[in-house]
């Protein structure tokens, strides 16, 4: 099985909406494991007007799942991060140091309102570039002002962000025309990354090698490598995607 990274998960446990506990958080890690994910960068929420982990906490927590983790034996490596949803207080907490880049590199992976306009989203890419990050764009399918208008990825890509969409919605879990959506940005290549988004042990699962599978048959064994381990391997050494 070829090793796979996710880039995007909610297994930190009792921080947000995704795992509540230690124990869901190990399952969610034994299913990683058994879908040869061998490498995860914990992303919690970091919302306005909500308590989000700190930094530091950030760490130590995923520390202490780390330690658990291996006392399960489970060999699966854990990094730190947040999926920020961008508002007017982003810029200055990422500046203050009051969130956290994946794996302590210069890329951010960024959330935005499903209904959040095209040049919103633009405009903040912008903003996260001229504080010397670099932006990926996370689960491109939720935003229907991209969705309907999909050459509009490819002027994201062009002003050097990145995009990441979730296994599940290429798999359909979301319907036909969210699933058509990211097939069609597949065939173009340009999506950077696919991600579980997991939430839990059962209905979002991090359930990659399905999805694996199916892109390296319909898009090439080495197009289904870069979404699934090369590229998130350049952000976790914090070195250019090519």
Not at 178 to 184: D, S, T
Request: glycine content about 6%; proline content about 5%; charged content about 25%.
């Amino acid at each position: 099985m070829q090793p796979t990274i996710d880039i995007h998960c909610h297994v930190m446990p009792g921080v947000d909406d995704g795992s509540p506990d230690m124990a869901c958080s190990i399952s969610m890690l034994k299913i990683a494991e058994k879908n040869g994910i061998t490498h995860m960068i914990l992303t919690p929420h970091h919302k306005p007007m909500h308590h989000n982990v700190s930094p530091e906490h950030n760490v130590v927590y995923r520390k202490k799942l780390q330690e658990a983790a291996k006392e399960e034996g489970l060999k699966i490596k854990l990094f730190s991060g947040n999926e920020i949803y961008y508002s007017d207080e982003t810029m200055d907490q990422l500046i203050d140091g009051q969130i956290c880049p994946l794996a302590g590199s210069e890329y951010v992976l960024v959330e935005f309102h499903p209904t959040a306009t095209f040049k919103s989203i633009q405009n903040a890419a912008y903003r996260v570039q001229g504080a010397g990050y670099i932006p990926i764009i996370a689960h491109v399918e939720r935003y229907s002002d991209i969705v309907s208008h999909p050459a509009r990825v490819q002027d994201l890509v062009d002003m050097g962000c990145y995009i990441q969409v979730n296994a599940s919605s290429i798999m359909g879990d979301y319907g036909f025309g969210i699933g058509h959506f990211c097939k069609k940005l597949l065939k173009s290549e340009l999506v950077h990354f696919v991600a579980s988004d997991a939430h839990d042990a059962k209905k979002r699962a991090p359930k990659l090698l399905d999805c694996r599978n199916y892109v390296e048959r319909k898009f090439g064994e080495d197009y289904a490598t870069r979404l699934f381990f090369l590229n998130a391997a350049n952000v976790i050494r914090n070195e250019q995607i090519k």
